[in-house]
């Protein structure tokens, strides 16, 4: 009798183990790839944050304008109060200009170097990171994938139907407003 209870309870432990098994073995793991190189290039440029900076550029270009404006204002004035004779009105006005060249240089130096950290900045912001994070687990959990992986050139081989860049620069694109066609 023990010996049969011994045997019945082997045979359920077994049974457990090859169920489990089973169910195991039965999962399939989808791996994936996706080419972050890529993706930086393409929706770099087309990103909220990329847009936004953009926008900044031509506020200030358009500010470094009028200031340009001004100072040819002033010197057709100067040029003119020249052949007016009028010496002291044109050295006041020789004075200003020199003061807003210099602050104008000063002011394009400053704007410049802001315009590039702020675009330093963004590529390695963490808002714009986990925007493409996000859409890489969009796709990744809409495709079915359970694990992405960087690609990289360690990689010998991979079939193009692992590889979700395509569809992660257009989720991306949908999100921020832009169509996206893909292998650019």
Do not use: C, H
Request: glycine content about 2%; proline content about 1%.
């Amino acid at each position: 009798m023990r010996k049969r209870l011994f045997i019945l309870s082997i045979v359920v432990v077994l049974l457990f183990f090859s169920s489990t098994f089973i169910v195991f073995a039965t999962q399939i793991t989808r791996v994936g790839i996706v080419d972050i190189v890529k993706i930086y290039s393409i929706y770099y440029k087309e990103s909220k944050e990329v847009l936004k900076l953009e926008e900044l550029k031509q506020e200030y270009l358009k500010e470094i304008a009028q200031k340009k404006n001004e100072i040819l204002t002033l010197e057709n004035e100067k040029v003119d109060a020249e052949n007016r004779g009028e010496q002291e009105k044109a050295l006041e006005l020789d004075k200003e200009i020199f003061n807003k060249k210099q602050f104008l240089s000063e002011y394009t130096r400053i704007k410049t170097q802001q315009l590039k950290e702020l675009a330093k900045n963004l590529a390695n912001s963490n808002e714009f990171i986990k925007e493409i994070a996000d859409a890489i687990q969009y796709v990744a959990e809409s495709e079915g994938f359970s694990l992405i992986l960087k690609k990289t050139d360690q990689f010998l081989f991979w079939t193009p139907e692992i590889d979700i860049t395509d569809k992660v620069i257009a989720e991306l694109m949908k999100r921020a407003g832009k169509s996206y066609s893909g292998s650019e």
